[in-house]
């Protein structure tokens, strides 16, 4: 019985690494996304982050890439190296910056006696080590270099097995990386702003990570059986460093404020009447 429940385990992974899979070096689709820059202080127009799903795959196209059965190791090697300069070419590097949403969006609150916001963004700790054996169990540690975490995007995939039982694939994509936020739930920005704008900001108001890639991608994995329906959980994370947060217009694409991972404000939109 367990033998066959690792060979269902095997199938679903094999299923979702297929569809990540998919993104080969002929299928490349033709778009590229804009480079930012730290200094920036305007996002091109239309433009609210890097597409963590897309940036992820192919990251991992590379290490997907199989020798041939008739191709030579020379030629395995060079075609690796093509593969890996047409996505720099294309798409943002580990050296350049990426930007993106979180998928719990922060709460704002106006503290009107000090003309301020107070943004509280969502993060959870990210842990390092195995996974119990089916079980989800987590036998981790805290990560000591990229302790918090959270949530960019996630994906669903849903299978049919010959037998007829369904398998639903969860796959959550986290942005990790350092700070001061052991232990804590959410981080707290503060945003002066004078009463006389406030409501309108607040309307237009958003937040980002911006980070550049520190490390490869990693994959922990959760496994769950409720009957005729198994569950599988993969996360999927992103390693970044050099990390800022970024307060910006909706509506405008400016840039209003800017925070560095010990949650300091090192940058304010000097039009945006405000108190000190």
């Known amino acids: 019985m367990k033998a066959a429940f ?12 297929a569809c990540d899979a998919e ?24 433009f609210f982050g890097h597409d963590i799903i897309e940036v992820t795959s192919r990251r991992a196209v ?3 890439e199989r020798k041939a059965e008739f191709e030579t190791t020379e030629e395995y090697q060079a075609r690796l190296r093509h593969l890996a300069m047409t996505l720099e070419s294309r798409y943002p590097t580990r050296d350049d910056m990426h930007f993106f949403i979180p998928s719990e ?27 119990g ?10 990560s000591p270099d990229f302790p918090a975490a959270f949530e960019v995007d996630r994906s669903i995939y ?13 796959v959550h994509y986290e942005v990790v990386f350092d700070g ?16 006389e704008v406030a409501r309108d900001i607040k309307e237009r108001m958003s937040m980002a990570i911006v980070g550049m890639i520190a490390e490869p991608v990693t994959e922990t994995l959760e496994i769950h059986e409720s009957g005729d329906i198994f569950t599988q959980q993969e996360k999927v ?23 560095n991972s010990n949650m300091e404000r090192i940058y304010i939109k000097d039009i945006v009447p405000m108190t000190q």
């Open 105 to 131: 969006l922060p709460r704002y609150y106006y503290d009107a006696d000090f003309e301020r916001f107070i943004i509280e963004v969502p993060i959870s700790d990210n842990h390092t080590g195995e996974r």
């Open 158 to 170: 849903k299978v049919k097995t010959p037998l007829g039982r369904e398998h639903r694939i969860n």
């Open 6 to 17: 690792v060979l269902v385990v095997l199938t679903v992974f094999t299923f979702l690494v």
């Open 133 to 142: 054996e089916f079980t989800g169990r987590h036998l981790g540690i805290l």
């Open 180 to 195: 001061c936020f052991e232990g804590k739930d959410s981080m707290v920005l503060v945003f002066p702003v004078s009463r």
């Open 23 to 46: 993104m080969s070096s002929s299928q490349i689709v033709e778009h590229a996304k804009p480079v930012l820059k730290y200094e920036d202080t305007m996002l091109p127009g239309n």
């Open 237 to 259: 994370k992103l390693f970044l460093n050099k990390v800022e947060f970024w307060v910006f217009d909706k509506k405008s694409m400016e840039v209003f404020a800017k925070y």
């Open 62 to 64: 590379v290490s997907r």
